[in-house]
């Protein structure tokens, strides 16, 4: 990323904060470090489900240490009731899954029932997130709470809070085999690769989840986790092509629009950020956007 763009990246998002009702929160980073992008990127924001990065991460050091058994099967729904979102609210109390598995569901569909199932068994729990962030270096990176929507109605940072600049090192941590370890954070970010929900930053990115199945050729890939309270959306991950990369964490807060629609305003500032971040991080021919991915904040 020469200069120039640089100047022209970071007009981009001063113009998209600038048009949204809340503050947008962004922290960037291409993978080979030529370039890099911070807007309003050390204030602390509340993660909401991006806070399950840490826990994942948390859960496989525990697993590559023995301490974890990931084929451990159990009834989540019947010990962990907790509403929001996922898919194992939705099934029988008495189905069961292996520790894996939660671990897939809590990135995948986001289930928060999986979530404190998963955290349940970390020894430590909460504290040992915490204290796993602290040993990489991101001790602002903060899990405060197991899910639970009635305690965090009136204040969402009482799950979890982060910079995004923090978000965003843990990402290239991640990418970079350097997060926990190797075998972690290779692991991780295969899981992450199952987020079903690409609907802020990645919004219009040519994205094909189904690519290896399909044995069919995409422009990039998407390793990430999203999360979003009423007025606000987070969003951190790792996007990959063939020639290059970026890591990345954003977050758009305090808008006016409450809506958990697709295209609530928080959504699309989110959206319109990741347009500008693969525009300037693009190193192929073509840019993988869709028809009509400019401009809808």
């Not at 189905?95 to 029932?113: G, H, K, P, R, Y």
């Not at 349940?120 to 899990?143: C, F, K, Q, Y």
Request: charge should be negative.
């Amino acid at each position: 990323m020469t200069p120039a763009q640089r100047d022209d990246l970071m007009g981009t998002l001063t113009d998209i904060d600038e048009r949204f009702s809340g503050s947008l929160h962004v922290s960037a980073r291409s993978l080979n470090g030529t370039g890099a992008v911070e807007l309003n990127s050390t204030a602390p924001v509340a993660t909401a489900s991006v806070i399950k990065i840490p826990i994942l991460l948390t859960a496989l050091r525990h697993a590559e240490l023995g301490r974890i058994d990931l084929d451990r099967v159990s009834s989540p729904a019947r010990d962990h009731g907790v509403q929001g979102s996922g898919i194992l609210r939705l099934l029988r109390s008495d189905l069961q899954v292996t520790f894996e598995d939660l671990l897939v569901l809590m990135i995948a569909t986001s289930d928060n029932i999986a979530t404190n199932a998963v955290l349940a068994e970390i020894p430590g729990g909460v504290d040992e997130v915490n204290r796993m962030m602290d040993a990489v270096g991101l001790r602002r990176i903060r899990l405060r709470n197991p899910v639970d929507l009635d305690l965090i109605a009136d204040d969402p940072e009482l799950l979890g809070v982060a910079p995004v600049n923090q978000l965003r090192a843990l990402m290239d941590a991640v990418q970079s085999r350097t997060a926990v370890s190797p075998w972690v954070s290779g692991r991780a970010e295969q899981i992450l690769t199952t987020q079903l929900y690409l609907d802020q930053v990645t919004k219009f990115y040519k994205v094909n989840p189904y690519a290896a199945e399909l044995a069919a050729l995409a422009p990039l890939t998407v390793a990430s986790k999203t999360g979003f309270v009423p007025g606000t959306r987070v969003d951190a991950g790792i996007v990959r092509w063939r020639t290059g990369g970026f890591v990345y964490a954003c977050a758009a807060v305090g808008s006016l629009d409450e809506s958990f629609a697709s295209d609530a305003e928080p959504s699309l500032a989110l959206a319109d950020a990741g347009v500008a971040l693969l525009e300037a991080f693009w190193t192929g021919p073509d840019i993988p956007l869709v028809p009509g991915a400019h401009r809808h904040v």
